[in-house]
Nanobody
Framework: QVQLRESGPGLVNTSQTLSLACAVS??????????YSWLRQSPGKALEWMGA???????YYSPSLESRISISRDTSKNQITLQLTSVTPEDTAMYYC????????????????WGQGTQVIVSP
């Protein structure tokens, strides 16, 4: 059974860098052909795909966040990390990591497993 668990600071100040981790258990993050995505949902807004990293470490980012986002992995910890720089209160959201169904691009947005999410509040 694959499980994903997000963790992070909960509260960050404007202009700081947000760092979140997604610990994966049940499968190696290097297992072909899976993609791990970060998504977020702000109050009253639709779920937003932020970016992804795949089994080989290649990354893909939303154009709207590309200048501020970085997704990486630590294979020794079987963990995916998200960094978002220069945060503002607009980045306040519930952040999720998710794994796709392994069908490969372009079907990387079909998710089979989700974490429970971690709330992030950006204070002014």
């Amino acid at each position: 059974q694959v499980q994903l668990r997000e963790s992070g600071p909960g509260l960050v100040n404007t202009s700081q860098t947000l760092s979140l981790a997604c610990a994966v258990s049940g499968d190696s993050i290097t297992l072909k052909w899976y993609y791990y995505s970060w998504l977020r949902q702000s109050p009253g807004k639709a779920l937003e795909w932020m970016g992804a990293i795949n089994y080989s470490g290649s990354t893909y980012y939303s154009p709207s966040l590309e200048s501020r986002i970085s997704i990486s992995r630590d294979t020794s910890k079987n963990q995916i990390t998200l960094q978002l720089t220069s945060v503002t209160p607009e980045d306040t959201a519930m952040y999720y990591c998710a794994r796709d169904l392994g069908h490969g691009y372009p079907r990387i947005y079909e998710y089979g497993y989700w974490g429970q999410g971690t709330q992030v509040i950006v204070s002014p």
